[in-house]
């Protein structure tokens, strides 16, 4: 069996940890092609060779791909894929954007974050915010999947599969891309982070998000919120954490002012350790927390910071 | 303009699932139902394009089972005008997939012709993300996924969506479809009088079988789990203590 994966390629650059967790779920299914598109794509199809599983890549340049549209995108991979039983990505937003409208132009269904392969038609997918898994298998022709990342260890590297250009498909021009707001920063990915320390609605203002970025500083970490926070202001909104934000499974998670609402648990309670610091003895989040510390934040978060490291 | 909402009836976002002992799915017998938080706030922006002149009519739309008619009515006393409920599962159990929710949604665009479509990014049942996206490539129309801000103007629309990365403006050429992420607006709630003024508001229903649509599940749901239980953590007093901690399970 054929699969197309396609590759998160942001800028011209390879998502490396994505696309790589990807590969590893495609290749319990067969042979790995991986379609790395974009304005320009040639570098991270080269970076998408290297990776182990990876049995061929294809490279799609053209300025239609630039933003990763989903009408441009979805019709070059529509006219790939013939050659393929299954079409896959890693679960991000510019996938879930892309893939259900793959599937429609296919008329097929769409399976989003997968979180398990159990054999060629049949996955394991998270429903009700992760609260039940369905195990569903497929009877449309072509399988077309998003894998939750978290779940997947990262294929290594050391491939060197072959590189070879297609074309673009008709561009059906309805929509154009504007501007991005994309947040620099030096701070690790949130979803491929090792430590991830996460504040709430407890914090109570976007300067004092500072003691929870001080303290993720300190450890190396990323920044998660809750979508409370978010929705406050007082982190943006790439930095939401659950059901309908990121889904992260670090080896340490720090949780503070975070209530633990089962939209928030549905992001991050797949992480190894799992540190809740909140001033409620009741608070959910103690629930599922491997360390529980009854205190108040900004007591407790900076004597933390200045004890670790 | 017509504005078109699909609002779906789900479980409460405040019910803790349970899992059927049998695996068979998860129990829905006498929870409370409510309308998909993200299609609230679908309704709230369609109602806030009426108020502001740009749409003339707000439909609101779902598939599923006859109960469906009080998620409907819901988004009447919100204020859309008028409501289609297409009957196409007879068991609340039955839960009819994105795919089959967009053909029968295309229909009702041919039939209805709005320029716009505005749907909730995800449904909190089947967490699938899909429905929009899916109706979009049907219709061959534009799409325009996890709003945060809409501006619609005439023939286009400037949309601005959450992704991973950040934000990211894009312009699509309308008639189009809009996917609603949380922070779009606040909807708002229906007031009495409007609740009463909801029963009175035109409701039609339908069946899948009068769109032609044929509901039958592409994914056969094999079995339905328990995730996981986390093992029993403890409580620690102090900071010092769970720093110690920490390093004991080389975490830090
Ligand atoms: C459709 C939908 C999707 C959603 N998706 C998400 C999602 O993806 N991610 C998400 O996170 N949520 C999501 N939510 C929201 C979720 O239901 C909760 O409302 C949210 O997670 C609460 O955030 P919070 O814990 O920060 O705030 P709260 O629930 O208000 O909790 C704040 C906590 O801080 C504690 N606290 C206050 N002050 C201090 C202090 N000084 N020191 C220590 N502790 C303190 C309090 O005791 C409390 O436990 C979603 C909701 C809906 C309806
Ligand atoms: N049965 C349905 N009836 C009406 N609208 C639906 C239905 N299913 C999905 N939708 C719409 O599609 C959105 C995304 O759902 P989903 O693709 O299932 O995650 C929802 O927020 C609704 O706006």
Known sequence: MAVLLLAEVNNGELAMDATAKAVTAAKALGDVTVLAAGASAAAAGDAAAKIDGVAKVLVAEDASLGHRLAEPTAALIVSLAGDYSHIVAPATTDAKNVMPRVAALLDVMVMSDVTAVVDADTFERPIYAGNAIQTVKSSDATKVITFRTSTFDAAGEGGSASVETVGAADNPGLSEWVEDKVAESDRPELTSAGIVVSGGRGVGSEEDFK???????????????????????YAPNDWQVGQTGKVVAPELYIAAGISGAIQHLAGMKDSKIIVAINKDEEAPIFQVADFGLVADLFEAVPALTEKLG | MKVLVPVKRVIDYNVKVRVKADGTGVDLANVKMSMNPFDEIAVEEAIRLKEAGKADEVIAVSIG????????????AMGADRAILVVAADSVDQDIEPLAVAKILAKIVEEEQPGL??????????????????????????????????????????????????LQTI?????TIISVDLRLNEPRYASLPNIMKAKKK??????????????TPRLEV?????PSERAAGIMVGSVDELVEKLKEAGAV
């Open chain 2, 202 to 215: 035109p409701l039609d229903e339908k069946t899948a079988a009068d769109y032609g649509v044929d509901v």
């Open chain 2, 117 to 166: 479509v505005l749907c909730g990014k995800q449904a909190i049942d089947n967490d699938m993300n899909a429905t929009g996206q899916m109706l979009s490539a049907l219709l061959g129309w534009s799409q325009a996924t996890f709003a945060s801000e809409v501006d619609i103007d005439g023939d286009s629309a400037v949309v601005t969506r959450e992704v991973d990365g950040g």
């Open chain 2, 222 to 226: 094999v079995k339905t789990s328990e």
């Open chain 2, 171 to 175: 312009k699509v050429a309308t008639p």
């Open chain 2, 65 to 76: 089972v006859k109960q469906a008619q009080e998620t409907l009515r819901t988004a009447l």
């Open chain 1, 211 to 233: 003691i929870i970025e001080a303290l993720a500083d300190k450890l190396g970490a990323a920044v998660g919120a809750s979508r409370a926070a978010v929705d406050s202001g």
